[in-house]
């Protein structure tokens, strides 16, 4: 949604496949640098589970009742499956809103499926090991066909003895969060984790360090990911390792840079943005600061820019990046998960006209028409106070988009930013294209009308999109209301059954801060309109 800049060398860089399963790649090294980022109901399982999605509409299952399914336009290829297999810890509760781990490695599954239909990853819980004879058979068979073991939580000796006896011959292992016996390993070889306060350690051993000089950058790319906690994050730790040390995932292209061509574009064709950006001090913090965040950390990133945003680094976005792809980069708006509109509302079939009035919500009654209460994008749901302002323009048939959001800068400054999108209906009622400059790069997204409740208590907002010249594709939803707060109890069950359509857990939900909102800068333009079907006017919320 937000364009994210790293112009300098990082000391973190990810390398292009390192190890393919028929040994057709041999190890290669392209540095990550010169990047662009953009911001990119559950039946509780047995205490033995296993579960996959095997195709588009079926899920084989063990111990666990299957989870509806849906398939993104993942890519289908002639290449064999990548096999990974998660070995939990039983009852173990993530990060993640307290959503146990088997809940997180499950989704993850078929998050996986949405990037590509050949990605199979098998979810145990340790329990199993110790307790079904069937199921460890049963791991024990798909150990034998793994490319990538990851094991989450697991810390009880029992289970932690199998694993060592067990997993061998696996050539990837990845460990988080469990006993320090068991060793995580990468391209066949062993990666210690003997310091403390990482989930991976130093390589031994001069010769080793040599060999795998590679596998640690990869690794220290995935730890910081692993650590931001969201499960965007956990799904690109696995994409990671499956781009480094079995096939490369063609998402991830975009993450290896293109070296002095880039350089050369940037110096031929915007030697002035370039050099009014060096000159303005505000412009020359965003780009040191871009520097010092990670190039796969998007909270970073795009706080970066909003702390320090200003007219020359816009300039020289839409220079290097709009207008002249210095970076060689590509991105295409996601059409999965596939999300469908609402088809009624308040009894009657929507149409146009009232999709883009539950937009305009309660602008009117209100000063703005939505307040956003949580969403599901870590980069852009962080930030405090989020304001919706949806309006109908002065030229007939325009609508507009424009989100007011407050920024903590990096200096502790409190600071409101204000977006401009401009909207266009879909095809299907309740589905709109919206685009926006934001920071010189050009984003469009595909949103949907996911659900509003009759009373406008509170609706969901679900988006795809892309920004072409960042190479940067993303999907994400937002849960609105008219003061900001969650919506009463009485109506969780249709705010989850909302969730569920958009292929969304509660506890993937990042929830605003709206507690301290002084003074956003609100209004619409003159000669802006509301509402043309709805009537909105509900006494109890005149004083929000």
Aim: glycine fraction near 4%.
């Amino acid at each position: 949604m937000f364009l994210q800049l790293q112009l300098h060398h990082h000391h973190h860089h990810l390398p292009t496949p390192l190890i393919h399963r028929n040994n057709r790649f041999s190890p290669q090294h392209s540095f990550l640098s010169s990047n662009l980022f953009l911001p990119f109901s559950y039946s509780s399982p047995s205490p033995c589970s296993f579960s996959t999605t095997l195709s588009t509409s079926h899920t084989s299952h063990l111990c666990l009742r299957p989870s509806s399914t849906s398939v993104d336009s993942a890519v289908i290829t002639d290449e064999p499956p990548v096999r990974l297999v998660a070995i939990v810890g039983h009852g173990a509760v993530s990060p993640l809103n307290s959503a146990s781990w088997e809940q997180v490695m499950l989704h993850t599954a078929k998050r996986l499926k949405w990037v590509d239909e050949g990605y199979e990853l098998l979810v145990f819980t340790d329990e199993c090991i110790r307790s079904n004879e069937q199921i460890a058979t049963r791991l024990q068979s798909e150990l034998l066909k793994a490319d990538i073991l990851v094991i989450v939580a697991v810390t009880n000796k029992e289970a932690v003895n199998w694993i060592k006896i067990n997993t061998k011959t696996i050539e990837n292992v990845i460990c988080f969060d469990s006993s320090p016996d068991l060793k995580n390993k990468l391209g066949g070889y062993d990666i210690h984790n003997e310091v403390k306060g990482s989930i991976f350690g130093n390589f031994l051993g001069s010769s080793e360090l040599d060999k795998t000089k590679d596998s640690y950058e990869v690794v220290q790319t995935v730890s910081e990911a692993w650590d931001r906690r969201s499960s965007d994050d956990i799904r690109f730790c696995l994409l990671l390792l499956i781009n480094a040390y079995i096939r490369p995932v063609p998402i991830l292209k975009n993450l290896r840079a293109k070296g002095f061509s880039t350089l050369n574009c940037m110096l031929k064709n915007c030697g002035k943005q370039v050099l009014n950006c060096l000159l303005d001090p505000n412009c020359r913090k965003a780009l040191q600061c871009l520097n010092k965040c990670s190039p796969v950390d998007q909270v970073c990133n795009y706080r970066c820019i909003a702390s320090y945003e200003s007219e020359n680094l816009e300039a020289f976005s839409l220079c290097v990046l709009q207008k002249n792809n210095c970076l060689e980069l590509e991105a295409e708006v996601p059409t999965k998960p596939y999300v469908p509109p609402m088809v009624q509302f308040r009894g009657q079939n929507l149409s146009h006209e009232t999709a883009e009035d539950l937009f305009v919500g309660w602008l009117g009654s209100l000063q703005w028409s939505w307040r956003v209460v949580a969403g599901q994008n870590p980069a852009y749901d962080q930030f405090p106070c989020q304001y919706q302002l949806f309006y109908r323009g002065k030229a007939k048939g325009s609508f507009w988009y424009e989100p007011v959001f407050q920024v903590k800068t990096f200096e502790g400054e409190m600071v409101w930013r204000r977006r401009r999108y401009r909207v266009k209906r879909g095809k299907i009622q309740g589905t709109f294209y919206f685009s926006v400059l934001d920071n010189g790069v050009v984003s469009n997204e595909f949103w949907t009308i996911v659900d509003v409740a009759d009373d406008l208590s509170w609706g969901l907002f679900h988006y795809h999109g892309a920004a072409r010249a960042a190479g940067q594709s993303y999907t994400g939803a937002v849960l609105v209301s008219p003061d900001g707060a969650f919506p009463d109890e009485s109506e969780r069950t249709k705010v989850i059954a909302a969730l569920d359509k958009c292929e969304i857990k509660e506890w993937e939900l990042f929830f605003v801060d709206n507690c301290s909102c002084i003074d956003p800068p609100l209004g619409t333009p003159e000669g802006s309109s509301l509402h043309a079907v709805v009537q909105i006017d509900d006494p109890k919320w005149k004083h929000v």
